[in-house]
């Protein structure tokens, strides 16, 4: 079974600095998907980024990019120019390509704070 | 596009007693999918259905959990006799055909067991 970590319960940065958040799964299949997602405070989960793992280039969403480490097993969010609105719950999560095993195996989460 | 729905947003119940929850996938969306987050993990999957077949179920969802989604479009997910530990917020969310993966979230239901 896929597991995905989270290291970092919570992290901070100043507004308009960049920050870096951790993720590692484990997995033995070759070819999967790796997600990010966002909730904010009493708000539904949205989307952030997506990396496909036969992709070597590193996924990118405006201040939002991506560190695809697949050897390493390791998929970090960079955010640049860190803005009030970023403050939320950030998950990493996991999907497998193969049809009828579709679910998301999501990390604990990282409480990121924005600080004005 | 309205996005996913979900109701109620909050319930709150005796133990022992059975809960219905409502979800509306956005519209075409042929897969849906129902998680529970409890306070401070991410989400963990329960089961999800292609149209109207079920095609996977964690082993999460005991006997007292059931789902369904019988023409395909709602979702209902039904848990009998309540128990404490079911305390926690329930999601769903669905995506469309083809290879995109993303899926959308809807905004829960918080279920509280008393």
């Known amino acids: 079974a896929q597991t995905v970590t989270q290291s970092q319960p919570e992290m901070s940065v100043q507004e308009a600095e960049t920050v870096t958040l951790s993720c590692t799964y484990d997995t033995s299949e070759s070819d999967y998907y790796l997600f990010w997602y966002k909730q904010p405070p009493s708000r539904q989960m949205i989307l952030v980024i997506r990396q496909e793992a036969y992709k070597q280039q590193n996924a990118t969403e405006n201040r939002f990019s991506v560190n695809f480490q697949k050897a390493a097993k390791s998929f970090s969010l960079k955010i640049s120019d860190s803005q009030l609105g970023d403050a939320a719950m950030y998950f990493c999560?996991?999907?497998?390509?193969?049809?009828?095993?579709?679910?998301?195996?999501f990390g604990t989460g990282t409480r990121l704070t924005i600080i004005p | 596009d309205t996005g996913v729905s979900q109701n109620p947003r909050h319930k709150i119940t005796k133990r022992g007693q059975n809960v219905t929850f409502r979800c509306d996938p956005i519209?075409?969306?042929?897969?849906l999918y129902w998680y529970r987050q409890t306070l401070g993990q991410g989400p963990e999957f329960l089961t999800y259905?292609?149209?109207?077949?079920?095609?996977?179920k964690s082993r999460l969802l005991s006997d007292r959990f059931s789902a369904e989604r019988p023409k395909g479009s709602f979702s209902t997910l039904e848990i009998q006799r309540t128990e404490q530990g079911d305390s926690a917020m329930y999601l769903c969310?669905?995506?469309?055909?083809?290879?995109?993966?993303?899926?959308?979230f809807g905004p829960g239901t918080r279920l509280t067991v008393t």
């Open positions: 519209s075409e969306h042929n897969r």
């Open positions: 999560a996991y999907r497998s390509p193969n049809f009828g095993n579709e679910k998301l195996t």
């Open positions: 259905f292609q149209n109207e077949a079920q095609l996977e």
């Open positions: 969310a669905s995506s469309p055909r083809g290879t995109s993966y993303e899926q959308y």
